[in-house]
T-cell receptor
């Protein structure tokens, strides 16, 4: 089954802790993306990567970090510097213009 | 800097009716205009998309109309069904910027049976 996997579906953390969200794809796509979605709002781009070992900041990269050591994997770390980390995080991948999304991880920080 | 304005924010339509969602953009350099459908708690799914050299594209009950001069594009859902109840997002993409998508704010559609 080809697709994008995000784990876990729900994640709870205490304020001040870093947390890493997983994103894996077996679609053989070169590009991968991380978005944040807040209730009732659209998606905002955090980071994206077009090839292995390279990534660029999106519109709201502050407080986040990523790595792209393998084509299939693009983990996102939400650091303690992110002021409002509670949100729904979505990973996507693409070859060309069409982006395909994973099921998302809902992160709650208290 | 908001590049895509989507309206309305919410929409209620009777079963069998037509749902119309509009998006306006500010930059003429966009290469691709997709629409995504999202159900609660799920990731968005690509529904239909259009390129700027085409004025209309139809796939089943879904149609995109594109007006390049007005910098607007819209999604029409014909014969709306309760299963179409979801949030719809328009987006714009610039290939030269790494295929970055910028999304509209979303429209929550409720189809009443």
């Amino acid at each position: 089954d080809g697709g994008i996997t995000q784990s876990p579906k729900y994640l709870f953390r205490k304020e001040g802790q870093n947390v890493t969200l997983s994103c894996e794809q077996n679609l053989n796509h070169d590009a991968m993306y991380w978005y944040r979605q807040d209730p009732g709002q659209g998606l905002r781009l955090i980071y994206y990567s077009q090839i292995v070992n390279d990534f660029q900041k999106g519109d709201i990269a502050e407080g986040y970090s990523v790595s792209r050591e393998k084509k299939e994997s693009f983990p996102l770390t939400v650091t303690s510097a992110q002021k409002n980390p509670t949100a729904f995080y979505l990973c996507a991948s693409s070859r060309g213009a069409e982006q395909y999304f994973g099921p998302g991880t809902r992160l709650t920080v208290t | 800097q908001q590049q895509v304005k989507q309206s309305p924010q919410s929409l209620i339509v009777q079963k069998g009716g037509i749902s119309i969602i509009n998006c306006a953009y500010e930059n003429t350099a966009f290469d691709y205009f997709p629409w995504y459908q999202q159900f609660p708690g799920k990731g968005p799914a690509l529904l239909i998309a259009i390129r700027p050299d085409v004025s209309e594209k139809k796939e089943g009950r879904f149609t995109i109309s594109f007006n390049k001069s007005a910098k607007q594009f819209s999604l029409h859902i014909m014969d709306s069904q309760p299963g179409d109840s979801a949030t719809y997002f328009c987006a714009v993409l610039i290939k030269a910027a790494g295929n970055k998508l910028t999304f509209g704010g979303g429209t929550r559609v409720l189809v009443k049976p």
